[in-house]
């Protein structure tokens, strides 16, 4: 708009020169000022209306005056300047805080550091990434789905800031302040370059819905899998009578029949960005392990042999010194990663705290058939596009949480016991800016009461969530909720905290527990109707139709 108004003036400048010519000088030179100031003050006008839609407007406007090119430039210039205003900053305070070196923290602020570490390494690549996408745009506009990518890099960059925050948090220590201070202005540029990028004119948005009819089928074919799973993968997954994978997969087993007898012994022979898949089955048994799969090993895809078949345990807590980030057993970061059949677990038990089994930051990310087992802050839902489909997830306190953009499918959700005083809290979601793109959609689930609650359940009070940070954002639709949950459904954080920007439904939901009569009466509650329910399918919250091509889903309601 402002580019159009630009030129508008600029034709009327023009035409007014050969009107004025004869004028005397000075009233020519005033009348030149007088179209200079506003053109000057539609060019304020449009970047006050750019920055409108940040959490920040005076800050907004406070960055991108300082650069000339800001007060010509459209929408997707704005963006340009932004980005390049927060790659220039995370820089900065990434070196501050590698400068700070490992010698001046101790203990748990040690691990935080460490954490900050990865996560700016995460943030970086999630800037330049959407650079990149920005600066290959040959127009003023962005394709649907490069939008939906740079949105998404850009929440998961801002969520990586808060989990630093947080480590530090958890600590004490002399550097707690300078560390604060520096990711506080990190975060409110990429608030900007979130805001900004969203206002850049969108062309070619994908509406198509997948319909129940449209969902691979859950037959098998004469070969034992699925009709669903892809020519490729098939290939790979196809047995041999001695039980080892072949055809670029490896085998891990603790009896030493395989490839490897640890998964992470195979997790490093894989190789590094790979676009292609690598497949590890990891045989039947319990595997002791703290795995972690690097921003650089992508595509990778974990098999068991099912459900408490293979297990990968671990009892990492905060009580014995872990952040809530590090404590995970098995923690993804590499784009693309998938899981199937087997079991995560933290066995640290509900006195020990936060204790993560399983922690996703890792974009295009899918588990099927999966169990995730643990008390409090089981599931670390971090950041980032994830689907979850016909899983089973034990917790108590909070055993849902963070702020990708995730939707569970087909699932089973149970709560277990907590300590003596704790209530339970099934999902605590992150979102921190208004802008972004992220929540948690439980659709088609069952919500229960683990073996260990079931006779204590009107005794142990359950809820469906609980706002984490202000625009916490959380649905539940066409699940079926049993009696464990409050008929209030939804609890505080702490007082009126977020409580008017939060954004928690339910959408024809059924059982016992699912009546909204007695649901809480915030601000931020809706029951909602076909079309705000319809903005939380796998097609519309993680465009999952176009990636989620080795697992079962539904695409839209049905």
Known sequence: MFVLCSEFFRSRIERSIMALYKLKPTFFLIYLMFLQIKSDGLAHNALQSACSATLDPKFCMSTLTSFEESSEGGPIDLGRIAL??????????????????????????????????????????????????????????????????????????????????????????????????????????????????????????????????????????????????????????????????????????????GNYATINDALNAAPNNSQERYVIYVKEGVYQEYIEVPIYKTNIMMVGDGINVTVITGNRNFVDGWTTYSSATVAVVGIGFLARDITFENTAGPEKLQAVALRVVSDLSAFYRCSINGFQDTLYVHSFRQFYRECDIYGTVDFIFGDAAVVFQTCNIFAKKPMEGQENIITAQARIDFNENTGISIQNCTIAAAPDLAS???????????????????????????????????????????????????????????GTAQRVQWPGYHVMDFSDAQFFTVTNLIAGDTWLNTVPFVGGLN
């Open 84 to 257: 390049n205003v927060s790659i220039a900053e995370a820089r900065k305070v990434f070196d501050l805080i590698a400068r700070l070196g490992r010698w001046a923290f101790t203990g748990r602020q040690l691990i935080a550091f460490e954490d900050c570490l990865e996560l700016f390494d995460i943030t970086l690549d999630n800037l330049e990434r959407s650079m990149s996408k920005v600066n290959n745009s040959n127009s003023n506009y962005l394709d649907w789905r490069q939008s939906l990518d740079v949105q998404t890099w850009l929440s998961s960059a801002l969520t990586n800031q808060a989990t630093c925050l947080q480590g530090f948090q958890e600590t004490s220590g002399n550097q707690q302040s300078t560390v604060s201070n520096s990711l506080h202005n990190v975060s409110r540029l990429l608030s900007n370059s979130l805001a900004l990028v969203k206002n850049i004119p969108v062309v070619g948005r994908h509406h198509k819905r997948r319909l129940l009819s449209d969902l691979p089928g859950e037959r098998e074919n004469n070969d034992g899998f699925p009709s669903w799973l892809s020519d490729a993968d098939r290939r790979r997954l196809l047995l041999q009578a001695d039980g080892i994978f072949v055809d670029e997969m490896v085998t891990v087993a603790g009896d030493g029949s």
């Open 456 to 514: 204590e359940k009107s005794l142990r009070p359950t809820y469906l969530g609980r706002p984490w940070r202000e625009f916490s954002r959380t649905v539940y639709i066409k699940s079926y909720i049993d009696d464990v949950v409050q008929p209030a459904g939804w609890a505080e954080w702490s007082g009126d905290f977020g409580l008017s920007t939060l954004y928690y439904g339910e959408y024809l939901n059924w059982g016992p527990g699912a």
